[in-house]
């Protein structure tokens, strides 16, 4: 299967969920391949400082991330989309009309009510960790309920 992370810049969010979700996958055997992209990437960057040293936590090393805007390519590539906001979502299946039935936020697809996962750009540090403990934890209830 191949999971594709949208946010809105490609450096904080998306690239914490794809590296998370990848490893988190593999520890259950499960085979997967992950990539991330942002709906607003106006050239290529890395992935935020603050990104970085969340992940280090988890023992990801994501500094190696280029940040790029969505594209047709990415969309056909992927069996299932799943962005961060409602308003990703919104946005990209008005733009990618035949690839709708696979386009989610996140916590839709864990199954809970849907909520934004918070966009911690331009925060502290404690803000990206957070972030990153709420996409371990939406994670973590979409990967149980493939292991069922």
């Known amino acids: 299967m191949n999971i594709l992370f949208v946010c809105t810049g490609n450096t904080c969010r998306s ?9 988190m996958l593999n520890k259950k055997g499960i085979k997967c391949q992950t990539d991330s992209a942002g709906m607003s990437v106006f050239y290529p960057s890395g992935a935020s400082g603050h990104a970085i040293n969340a992940m280090r936590e988890y023992g990801i090393n994501i500094s190696g991330h280029k ?11 992927a069996d299932l989309i799943l962005t961060m906001t409602e308003t990703h979502k919104s946005s990209l299946t008005l733009q990618y009309v035949d690839s709708q039935e ?7 697809y864990a199954g809970e009510e849907n909520c934004d996962v918070s966009d911690p750009f331009g ?5 990206y960790k957070s ?3 709420q996409l371990e934890r939406l994670l ?9």
């Open 140 to 148: 973590e209830k979409i990967i149980r309920s493939y292991s069922q």
């Open 131 to 133: 972030c990153a403990k």
């Open 123 to 127: 925060g502290s540090l404690q803000e």
């Open 67 to 77: 940040s790029k805007q969505v594209s047709l390519s990415e969309i056909e590539w």
């Open 102 to 108: 696979k386009i989610f936020t996140l916590s839709e």
């Open 15 to 23: 690239p914490m969920a794809a590296a998370l979700s990848e490893v």
